[in-house]
C-alpha cells in the first residue's frame, strides 16, 4: 500500500514539473543548498554503477535516498521512459514521502 501511495505523489510531483532526472541534474539537486528537503528515489532495477555513484553522492551531501521499485513502475508512474534516479523539488511532496516510508 504504502508503494502506491509514494507513486501516486510522484505522479503528482510529475504533472506539477517538480522532478529532477538525468546524471548532470541529479548531482546539481544533491548539492543545492537552498532547498531543505530533498530526496532521492532510486530504482531498485538500477545500474550498480548508478546506484553506487548516487548513493555516494547522497551520503557525502546528507541527503536521504530510497531504493524504491523498479524502472518501469517509476516510468508509468511520472509518464518517463527509462527512469532509474529522481529528485523531487517540492519539499511538501519530499516530507510526504520520508514520512511514509519511515
Same mark, same amino acid.
Given at each position: 500500500?504504502?508503494? %502506491?501511495?509514494?507513486?501516486?505523489?510522484?505522479?503528482? $510531483? &510529475?504533472? #506539477?514539473?517538480?522532478? *529532477?532526472?538525468?546524471?548532470?541534474? /541529479? =548531482?546539481?539537486?544533491?548539492?543545492?543548498? %537552498?532547498?531543505?528537503?530533498?530526496?532521492?528515489?532510486? $530504482? &531498485?532495477? #538500477?545500474?550498480?554503477? *548508478?546506484?553506487?555513484?548516487?548513493? /555516494? =553522492?547522497?551520503?557525502?551531501?546528507?541527503?536521504?535516498?530510497?531504493?524504491?521499485?523498479?524502472?518501469?513502475?517509476?516510468?508509468?508512474?511520472?509518464?518517463?521512459?527509462?527512469?532509474?534516479?529522481?529528485?523531487?523539488?517540492?519539499?511538501?511532496?519530499?516530507?510526504?514521502?520520508?514520512?511514509?516510508?519511515?
Amino acid at each position: 500500500m504504502t508503494e %502506491k501511495k509514494v507513486l501516486t505523489l510522484l505522479g503528482f $510531483a &510529475s504533472k #506539477a514539473k517538480k522532478l *529532477v532526472y538525468g546524471k548532470d541534474n /541529479i =548531482r546539481e539537486y544533491i548539492k543545492d543548498f %537552498k532547498q531543505k528537503h530533498k530526496v532521492i528515489i532510486i $530504482a &531498485s532495477d #538500477a545500474g550498480e554503477r *548508478v546506484k553506487r555513484d548516487v548513493k /555516494i =553522492r547522497c551520503e557525502i551531501s546528507r541527503v536521504p535516498y530510497i531504493e524504491f521499485s523498479k524502472k518501469d513502475e517509476l516510468s508509468k508512474a511520472t509518464g518517463m521512459l527509462n527512469v532509474s534516479v529522481l529528485g523531487i523539488k517540492d519539499e511538501n511532496i519530499v516530507k510526504s514521502i520520508i514520512d511514509l516510508i519511515t
